[in-house]
């Protein structure tokens, strides 16, 4: 990381930055250019490790790449924001949060399991919502990948504060 003073170390921002981001970008190797896919995500931690699941189709084209190699990289960003400071064009710069990992996909088809990435991309992505049990059926066709990072790096150019 070119500018240590933006790596973020702290775990628990890590945490609550992963627990409020809704999409990941998850890449694959292909033949010519890497395959670059946006995913809703649920996230599990062990310690300072991190497992997300992310659901989709059975077969298609994530399916076939995971088959050739299931190493793939993510990137998630948030908190956006122009920070303006003045009329000059180096005054200018953006504030932003960000992590990039790199891990490992596995394809996930015991149904305990499915069930319980399923109800963690719920809760995920709409907490408060409150919904009828996940019939079996609709568990058994869904395709669910489970992503453990080896690495993972956070950095992050804060808002400059302002004075009143």
Not at 85 to 93: D, I, L, Q, V
Not at 115 to 133: F, G, K, N, S, T
């Amino acid at each position: 990381m070119k500018k240590k003073k933006r790596q973020v170390t702290d775990l628990e921002t890590i945490k609550e930055f992963v627990a409020e981001t809704q999409v990941a970008r998850l890449a694959f190797f292909d033949e010519e250019y890497p395959y670059i896919v946006p995913v809703n995500f649920a996230e599990k931690w062990q310690e300072d490790q991190l497992i997300l699941y992310i659901h989709g189709a059975k077969d298609g084209k994530k399916i076939d790449l995971i088959k050739k190699n299931p190493k793939v990289a993510i990137e998630m960003d948030g908190k956006h924001e122009l920070i303006a400071t003045g009329r000059n064009a180096a005054g200018y710069s953006y504030a932003y949060q960000s992590l990039i990992g790199f891990g490992e996909v596995e394809i996930i088809e015991e149904l305990a399991e499915k069930r319980q990435a399923l109800e963690d991309l719920m809760a995920h992505a709409a907490p408060m919502a409150e919904y009828d049990e996940i019939p079996e059926k609709m568990i058994k066709i869904t395709g669910i990948l489970k992503i453990t990072l080896n690495s993972y790096t956070m950095k992050q150019n804060p808002p400059k504060k302002t004075s009143n």
